[in-house]
């Protein structure tokens, strides 16, 4: 569903200064219902790869397909649109808007498409209901916690069905608790409605409940673990991979 061919960012290089491979010709692909975690040390590229994949930035070579379509031919009202079709994303801040109630927030895209008041209540009903929010809807942001902000954040992300969901550090801002809470929700969309999930996280335990992890590091991809049928083993190899990562480089793909 989503591919990325020969990915490169480069930074810099203007006026003799010396330039930094964020991304280095990367190679990567996600199924359709996936649920795809990104890990990587401080400045390994894994944020500069979200924002490439979701057309916050552009590549300096290379390309990325979003179903078919290459997002290199998608350029101003046609790229915006894009975006606001078939991305959804969930930023480490919440990126509510205060003035609205929570409610309000999550309906944002369906407002933005003109979807029928009778269908905005319908879907914003059942998200609201399978991410526990249904109780707050109508407060406003600095009314709830944060994990309930996160929440909302992500019913907003999915509302409008987008084709892939990008989360940059959901559970950055949360507490053990909340954190947790939010992956459950997460990874329960994933499985019951199949929604096309990549999540970048710092976080071992929030990256145990993707089903497949990807590490970066330097740009490039370090190696990549699947789950099996154990989360707590899986757990234990992304903690071992993590640990690994400050040695020698690898190139395995282990399965839980």
Known sequence: MLKAVRLSRVYGGSRGAATTKAVDAMDLMVA???FLGIMGP???GKTTLLQLLG????PTSGEVFLEGQPLSSLHGAELAFFRRR????????FNLLDALTLRENIIIPLVLERCPVPEIAQRVKAIAARLGIGDVLDKYPYEVS???KQRAAAARALIHQPALVLADEPTGA???RSARSLMEALAGLNEEERATILMV???PVSASYCRRVLFIRDGRIYTELRRGQSPEGFYQQI?????AMGGEAGGRVVRA
Do not use: K
């Open 32 to 34: 359709e219902g996936e």
């Open 146 to 148: 944060g994990g309930q």
């Open 239 to 243: 903690l071992d991979v993590l640990a």
């Open 174 to 176: 949360l507490d053990s």
């Open 86 to 93: 078939r991305l959804g994303f969930i930023f480490q801040e």
């Open 42 to 44: 401080s400045g390994s």
């Open 55 to 58: 057309t916050i930035d552009r």
């Open 201 to 203: 996280t710092h976080d």
